[in-house]
């Protein structure tokens, strides 16, 4: 199993509509979570990070946490076609000083 | 990110050369990192770095050195390069100046390295 586990997608939604992005990690005692958007050819960009469960908004983008399921999510409501990217989950784990681990992230296309 | 360079942009070598990848930071950030991006692999952390001198290993640290001589340098090197270092590499930085953190990291524009 890996630690951190998202779908590879490709994920497409019309223009407008909610985009859910689905992570998954597998170390419950992981505390921090964090949302990164990668466009091709371009390094990660921090979009969002969580910490406690429950739902973090920023503008169109929506974190949702749940330890308990050990899940974390990310919403992009009004999608744009200039959300289509590549969106990262990274988490971190007990006692990893510092450290992130990355899943293999979710591309998300957006249709106008 | 403007406070983060790495250099060079692009590179291609042969096996068996060492290479060596620069980033540069002026955010006087204490933790830098460095990555490997591969297609189906995500970002696998090589090398971390906590301070001047003060270097860790990552999950994929074989055939990789690091050194840190300054806050604001971060090397990495390929001792001989092999064509399964082919990859896209990041580096990273992360705060940490005494105020809470949630070790959010923040990356440089990525070294692109062909090894034939």
């Known amino acids: 199993q890996k630690e951190v586990e998202q779908n590879s997608g490709p994920l497409s939604v019309p223009e407008g509509a909610i985009a859910s992005l689905n992570c998954t990690y597998s170390?419950?005692?992981?505390?921090?979570f964090f949302w990164y958007r990668q466009y091709s050819g371009k390094s990660p960009e921090l979009i969002m990070f969580i910490y406690s469960n429950g739902d973090k908004e920023d503008g169109r983008f929506t974190a949702q946490l749940n330890k308990a399921s050990q899940y974390v999510s990310l919403l992009i409501r009004d999608s744009q076609p200039s959300d289509s990217a590549t969106y990262l989950c990274?988490?971190?784990?007990?006692?990893?000083?510092?450290?992130?681990?990355f899943g293999s992230g979710t591309q998300l296309t957006v249709l106008p | 990110d403007a406070g983060i360079t790495q250099s060079p942009r692009h590179k291609v070598t042969e096996t068996g050369t060492p290479v060596t990848l620069r980033c540069h930071q002026t955010e006087n950030h204490r933790y830098m990192y460095w990555y490997r991006q591969d297609p189906g692999h995500g970002l696998r952390l090589i090398h971390y770095?906590?301070?001047?001198?003060?270097?860790d290993k990552g999950e994929v640290s074989d055939g990789y050195s690091v050194s840190r001589s300054k806050t604001e340098d971060f090397l990495l090197t390929l001792e001989s390069a092999t064509s399964s270092q082919t990859s896209v590499y990041f580096c990273?930085?992360?705060?940490?100046?005494?105020?809470?953190?949630?070790?959010?990291?923040?990356f440089g524009p990525g070294t692109r390295l062909t090894v034939l």
């Open positions: 990274a988490v971190k784990r007990t006692g990893s000083a510092r450290q992130l681990t």
């Open positions: 170390d419950r005692g992981s505390q921090s």
């Open positions: 990273a930085i992360s705060e940490n100046s005494g105020r809470r953190s949630y070790n959010e990291q923040f």
């Open positions: 770095s906590y301070g001047v001198k003060d270097t």
